[in-house]
């Protein structure tokens, strides 16, 4: 059975390209009712079972007759009541109430929940009695010099009548001290004055700004292989501008650009790299000279280059690709060259699925790598459809323009250098808006084939858009 492979090319906001390609391969009394607590003691069923108390079997499928919510204060009760599966007139279980308990205490609104059941002539009567979840009545934030309490209050991410609990307030307190340090301040320190027990009914905070700290210099000790000019442009933490602008000290920054070196410097084969930073102040502990200690250590070669899985290519034809061969010293970006070549030769025969996965092997002898190149060809496309879509408010190109500036006919071996050079030429034709900032350029997109697609296509008459041919 033939196999077809759908090709869609959108143009920017203004065309849109299909293709359809073809592979030829096969397809082959009161009394207490069970409930949790939060106070991470036992539950109420437990504490009674070790106690000796009473069972509820006797009131288990009598028909509730009142249910009744007692203990709350600021949480209204309908709301209370919009949790409650235990109803009038319906006929009392156990298990329903406990759910009840665990929805209530799950909404954050209830902090505790104590139940009693009594029997009645009429029947059961159920309570539900709440301890409410402190709201916050106030925010105050004490201490602040260098920013406004409005915009403290915005970085706490707290609210008035918003549950207050000791996660929120220690949340609040992060949050502040996080904006201190990204903006320099990195001895602030905040504290609870207000908030952290449950008496209290609002929160206060109180800052210790301490001095703001900015970069004064960056240097670099014991880099050979590259310069501290280029280092320089790798890191984020640079010196202020002017004395005045920028440069401020962002600790967690600092880490980021000792992984952004390491990053670095493994990409050029030196794996076993060290790198550490002094941070050295002034008395006023104002100005901050930063200094990153590299250890760069012995730079990898590449041992032997494998080629694995090739069926199509001989390993002679697919090595000729290559630029790193054994004996070079080991580069990322050489190596991700090579794996864009072996698949540009797949993809000239139609291979255009093929993938190419680099796998760098180490060895216990240090300074030696093996590089092994993993192919998958998959199978080998025609172009079957081709689909000109243009988009935007009222085109006016014909879909002949598009089709003039293209490689590719129906029937031909599916090149993706072909294909590359056709979206080239729609780029340059400067008929379509391009902007690459936006994501808007003439493209191509090519659709993988589908059985669906070949059942369909392969019951309709040949004609100049859908062609059947040999395999490539």
Same mark, same amino acid.
């Given at each position: 059975?033939?196999?077809?492979? !759908?090709? *869609?090319?959108?143009?920017?906001?203004?065309?849109? !390209? &299909?293709?359809?390609?073809?592979?030829?391969?096969?397809? =082959?009394?009161?009394?207490?009712?069970? &409930?949790?607590? %939060?106070? =991470? =003691?036992?539950?109420?069923?437990?504490? +009674?079972?070790?106690?000796?108390?009473?069972?509820?079997s006797d009131s288990k499928g009598k028909i509730v007759r009142t249910v009744r919510v007692t203990g709350n204060r600021l949480v209204p009760e309908n709301e209370i009541r919009t949790h409650l599966r235990t109803r009038e007139n319906l006929r009392f279980d156990p298990e329903v109430v406990?759910?009840? *308990?665990?929805? %209530?205490?799950?909404? &954050?609104?209830?902090?505790?929940?104590?139940?009693?059941v009594e029997d009645g002539a009429? =029947? #059961?009567?159920?309570?539900?009695?709440?301890s409410e979840v402190a709201t916050i009545g106030y925010i105050r934030i004490l201490g602040n010099r260098s920013y406004l309490d409005r915009t403290l209050l915005g970085k706490t991410g707290l609210k008035n009548n918003e549950p207050m609990n000791r996660f929120s307030v220690s949340e609040g307190k992060r949050r502040l001290e996080d904006h201190y340090r990204e903006r320099g301040y990195g001895?602030?320190?905040?504290?609870v004055f207000e908030g952290d027990k449950p008496e209290h009914r609002g929160i206060?905070? #109180? #800052?210790? @700004?301490?001095?703001? @700290?900015? *970069?004064?210099?960056?240097?670099? @000790?014991?880099?050979?292989? %590259?310069?501290?000019?280029? !280092?320089?442009? +790798?890191?984020?933490?640079?010196?202020?501008?002017?004395?005045?602008f920028r440069g401020v000290v962002d600790r967690d920054k600092i880490d980021q650009d000792v992984d952004r070196l390491t990053a670095y410097y493994r990409n050029f084969g030196y794996f076993q790299t060290r790198i550490g930073r002094e941070l050295q102040f002034d008395e006023d502990k104002k100005w901050l000279t930063l200094k990153f200690v590299i250890d @760069?250590?012995?730079r990898y070669k590449v041992r032997s280059v494998t080629v694995n899985g090739n069926e199509r290519f001989t390993v002679e034809s697919l090595m000729e690709q %290559?630029?790193?061969k054994s004996g070079n010293y080991f580069d990322v970006k050489t190596m991700n060259h090579d794996?864009?070549? !072996?698949?540009?030769?797949? &993809?000239?025969?139609?291979?255009?699925?093929?993938?190419i996965q680099a796998e760098p092997r180490f060895f216990e002898e240090p300074g030696w790598i093996d590089l092994v190149y993993n192919v998958s060809e998959g199978e080998a496309f025609r172009v079957g459809q081709i689909n000109v879509k243009i988009v935007g408010e009222n085109p006016h190109t014909k879909r002949s323009v598009v089709w003039n500036r293209l490689s590719v006919r129906p029937m031909d071996i599916c090149d993706i250098q072909k294909i590359r050079n056709s979206e080239r030429r729609l780029v340059q034709s400067q008929l379509f808006e391009h902007n690459l900032a936006a994501g808007i350029t003439p493209r191509i997109v090519i659709q993988p084939p589908d059985l669906t697609e070949i059942e369909r296509l392969s019951q309709r008459p040949i004609d100049n858009r859908r062609v059947r041919g040999q395999s490539p």
């Amino acid at each position: 059975m033939r196999s077809y492979c !759908l090709i *869609v090319w959108p143009i920017c906001t203004a065309i849109v !390209l &299909g293709l359809s390609t073809f592979s030829y391969a096969q397809l =082959g009394g009161s009394r207490n009712l069970p &409930g949790p607590t %939060l106070d =991470g =003691g036992p539950s109420f069923r437990s504490r +009674l079972i070790a106690e000796g108390g009473p069972q509820y079997s006797d009131s288990k499928g009598k028909i509730v007759r009142t249910v009744r919510v007692t203990g709350n204060r600021l949480v209204p009760e309908n709301e209370i009541r919009t949790h409650l599966r235990t109803r009038e007139n319906l006929r009392f279980d156990p298990e329903v109430v406990e759910a009840d *308990v665990r929805r %209530l205490v799950s909404s &954050g609104r209830v902090r505790h929940v104590r139940t009693f059941v009594e029997d009645g002539a009429a =029947g #059961v009567t159920v309570t539900f009695n709440v301890s409410e979840v402190a709201t916050i009545g106030y925010i105050r934030i004490l201490g602040n010099r260098s920013y406004l309490d409005r915009t403290l209050l915005g970085k706490t991410g707290l609210k008035n009548n918003e549950p207050m609990n000791r996660f929120s307030v220690s949340e609040g307190k992060r949050r502040l001290e996080d904006h201190y340090r990204e903006r320099g301040y990195g001895n602030v320190q905040v504290s609870v004055f207000e908030g952290d027990k449950p008496e209290h009914r609002g929160i206060v905070y #109180v #800052v210790s @700004e301490g001095t703001r @700290e900015r *970069v004064g210099g960056v240097n670099f @000790e014991g880099n050979h292989f %590259l310069s501290d000019a280029r !280092l320089k442009t +790798l890191i984020q933490s640079k010196p202020a501008i002017l004395w005045t602008f920028r440069g401020v000290v962002d600790r967690d920054k600092i880490d980021q650009d000792v992984d952004r070196l390491t990053a670095y410097y493994r990409n050029f084969g030196y794996f076993q790299t060290r790198i550490g930073r002094e941070l050295q102040f002034d008395e006023d502990k104002k100005w901050l000279t930063l200094k990153f200690v590299i250890d @760069e250590g012995k730079r990898y070669k590449v041992r032997s280059v494998t080629v694995n899985g090739n069926e199509r290519f001989t390993v002679e034809s697919l090595m000729e690709q %290559l630029d790193l061969k054994s004996g070079n010293y080991f580069d990322v970006k050489t190596m991700n060259h090579d794996v864009n070549a !072996l698949r540009d030769a797949y &993809g000239i025969q139609g291979h255009i699925f093929a993938d190419i996965q680099a796998e760098p092997r180490f060895f216990e002898e240090p300074g030696w790598i093996d590089l092994v190149y993993n192919v998958s060809e998959g199978e080998a496309f025609r172009v079957g459809q081709i689909n000109v879509k243009i988009v935007g408010e009222n085109p006016h190109t014909k879909r002949s323009v598009v089709w003039n500036r293209l490689s590719v006919r129906p029937m031909d071996i599916c090149d993706i250098q072909k294909i590359r050079n056709s979206e080239r030429r729609l780029v340059q034709s400067q008929l379509f808006e391009h902007n690459l900032a936006a994501g808007i350029t003439p493209r191509i997109v090519i659709q993988p084939p589908d059985l669906t697609e070949i059942e369909r296509l392969s019951q309709r008459p040949i004609d100049n858009r859908r062609v059947r041919g040999q395999s490539p």
